[in-house]
């Protein structure tokens, strides 16, 4: 199935797609280190070869060249107008890419839309934004008339919902809130999800089940003991936070169908202590960098857990969130190469730049593994509909 990425950065929703079974026919991105980024990498992994890396500002693209041969557009579109950690002027922000995902809908009439952004998105202060956001998915062919504003354009959208509308490719819009630890990534990482299939197929996105637990991990940890003889280490004293919910978990027995959440010491398995300023020698991207610091609020990632959230921040640093926290409460900041595996990359991915700039990817990236997990509930979903024929 062939596809188009928007707004691509470091690759990890176009790496999830690509294993999930979609052949990018381009990939779209600004930003001139994370074309770095994807160009090293187009010699390093086999189905990125042939790759089409197109440095370019989207809004320049014409997507009408794809219509009729391209089955999903994804687009982890720009999420610092709506993140938490951001100035939050979401559709007043320059940033704001939104209308340029209608705009390539409406032109390359794909028969699936994947559309990733942050929690804040779903904010009280931002959800009449974001309905409006899924008005427009659903009917990407009535455009907004020029100097017409989102208020007015959502008017129009809603007044024609309900209508036969020849000649117009309409959707059947889904959304789902998702945690990448729920789904075997090292990290709470929590994300919106947006699936648009035509509706002319008759399909609808059913979501997502999780494949992981953190019951499934504090069983793990406190009641069977395997996760510390996985790891070869004497288990630590028992919080007492957890007595009540480990004493239920006992009589309960493990979580039917469910593997555990993945922790920090899981995602570093294998990797050794970094040296500060010393590249290791076999070991992409994996350099140690000192000056970690805790602060109220930002203390760093304890190592028997998933990883806190990584940011990009506006430095590509934002304090405690890139920082790994030892058993004895001292801090450093992950290396590259271990913000790369809390992502889900695989270690042959070489990221080009800075640290800092790096870790800005890193941070603004889509976790592979749920990208994958999205785009092949995507691609099974497409795979029970007929081809469609261009629609002009």
Request: hydrophobic letters at 40%; a positive charge; glycine letters at 10%.
């Amino acid at each position: 199935m062939n596809s188009i990425e928007l707004f691509t950065g470091a690759g990890g929703l176009a790496m999830g797609t690509a294993r999930a079974g979609f052949d990018h026919r381009a990939v779209i991105e600004w930003n001139k280190a994370a074309c770095d980024t994807l160009r090293e990498n187009a010699g390093r992994v086999s189905f990125m070869h042939h790759w089409d890396i197109r440095q370019t500002d989207v809004r320049k693209v014409d997507f009408r060249g794809f219509a009729g041969t391209v089955d999903l557009i994804a687009a982890g579109a720009p999420c610092q107008p709506f993140s938490l950690g951001g100035k939050h002027r979401a559709f007043n922000d320059d940033r704001n890419m939104f209308p340029e995902v209608f705009r390539a809908a409406r032109e390359a009439h794909p028969r699936a839309i994947i559309v990733e952004n942050v929690k804040g998105l779903l904010r009280t202060s931002f959800r009449p934004y974001f309905d409006y956001i899924l008005a427009a998915l659903a009917d990407p062919d009535l455009k907004a008339l020029p100097g017409e504003s989102w208020e007015d354009h959502h008017i129009r959208l809603n007044a024609t919902a309900n209508r036969a509308a020849p000649g117009r490719v309409r959707y059947r819009v889904r959304y789902k809130l998702l945690n990448a630890a729920n789904f075997g990534l090292p990290q709470r990482r929590e994300r919106v999800f947006i699936v648009a299939t035509r509706a002319d197929l008759g399909l609808e996105w059913p979501g997502l089940e999780p494949t992981h637990s953190e019951d499934a991990l504090l069983f793990d940890q406190w009641v069977s003991g395997d996760y510390w003889k996985e790891h070869g280490i004497a288990p630590p004293e028992l919080p007492a936070r957890l007595q009540g919910r480990i004493e239920r978990l006992a009589r309960q027995g493990r979580p039917r169908g469910v593997e555990r959440w993945r922790t920090v010491r899981d995602a570093l398995r294998g990797l050794p202590e970094p040296v500060d300023y010393v590249e290791h020698p076999s070991i992409l991207n994996h350099v140690g960098n000192p000056g970690a610091r805790t602060y109220p609020g930002h203390t760093g990632s304890p190592l028997d857990e998933p990883a806190k959230t990584l940011k990009a921040g506006d430095h590509g640093v934002p304090g405690g969130e890139n920082m790994l926290r030892r058993l004895d409460g001292s801090v450093r900041y992950f290396t590259v190469r271990e913000a790369a595996r809390l992502q889900g990359f695989p270690d042959t991915y070489r990221f080009s730049g800075p640290w800092t700039e790096c870790l800005r990817q890193l941070g603004n990236a889509v976790p592979v593994d749920l990208a994958e997990a999205v785009a092949g509930s995507v691609r099974d979903l497409l795979a029970e509909a007929p081809r469609l024929a261009v629609v002009a």
